[in-house]
């Protein structure tokens, strides 16, 4: 069965500081991982990493796939109140002629305190 | 920007009714849009995948004579819930995917604000 595991399931950290964000899945065919920002309401896209060891970066935040040890990081630097939400990870599976299905972790719950 | 929009944001509605929820992509067109549901402190769960003129495609375990699907246009599609029951009381979101194509390098889906249903 396709999986992806998120950890931790929860974190509380201050203001400044940094955090780093696992994602590990086991599926059947790969095509991307996907990275989410989940506040009150729709996710919203953050990175689609396609490819092992490149990073990729956008401010504060960062993310590597490693596609041999089938796992992926997301980084936030200097953590502000912003941050914020749930992050949530999700593993792109092709289906061949079919349109592509996206298989989510469970996510991490983010608060950052003043 | 990639808008989708979610129509009603928040129902609540009587156990045996049925309720239709609208997922719009505001300025882009969408061939493919995709259905989760998510229950509290859990992960989205894809229901369907619907394709602009044709049957929707369901997940595993999803009744498609209790969730309708219909994608009538390349921004519209809408989920009927038909005789909701108080355990399909969930947040249901949509997603509708762009086409990679001139500054869009690689297709993306892009999701609504979803829509909390409470069945009494």
């Known amino acids: 069965e396709d999986k992806v595991v998120q950890s931790p399931l929860s974190l509380v950290v201050h203001e400044g500081d940094t955090v780093t964000l696992n994602c590990s899945y086991e599926?059947?065919?790969?095509?991307?991982l996907l990275w989410y920002k989940q506040e009150k309401k729709a996710p919203t896209f953050l990175f689609m990493l396609t490819s092992s060891g490149i990073e990729k970066k956008s401010g504060r935040l960062s993310s590597i796939l490693d596609k041999k040890e089938l796992f992926s990081i997301l980084n936030i630097t200097a953590t502000q109140t912003g941050d914020s939400a749930v992050y949530l990870c999700a593993v792109e599976l092709p289906r061949g002629g079919a349109t592509n299905k996206l298989i989510f972790g469970t996510g991490t719950l983010l608060a950052v305190q003043p | 920007g990639a808008v989708v929009s979610q129509h009603p944001s928040r129902v609540i509605c009587k156990s045996g009714t049925s309720v239709k929820i609208e997922c719009r992509s505001l300025?882009?067109?969408?061939?493919?849009m995709f259905w989760y549901r998510q229950f509290p402190k859990q992960s989205l769960m894809l229901m369907a995948t619907s394709n602009e003129g044709s049957k929707a495609t369901y997940e595993q375990g999803v009744e498609k004579d209790k969730f309708l699907i219909n994608h009538a246009s390349l921004t519209l599609s809408t989920l009927t819930v038909t005789s909701a029951h108080p355990e399909d009381s969930s947040f249901y979101i949509c997603?509708?995917?762009?086409?990679?194509?001139?500054?869009?390098?690689?297709?993306?889906?892009?999701f609504g604000p979803g829509t909390r249903l409470l069945v009494l």
């Open positions: 997603s509708a995917r762009r086409m990679a194509s001139g500054s869009v390098r690689r297709e993306t889906q892009y």
């Open positions: 300025d882009f067109q969408a061939t493919t």
């Open positions: 599926v059947t065919n790969f095509r991307s």
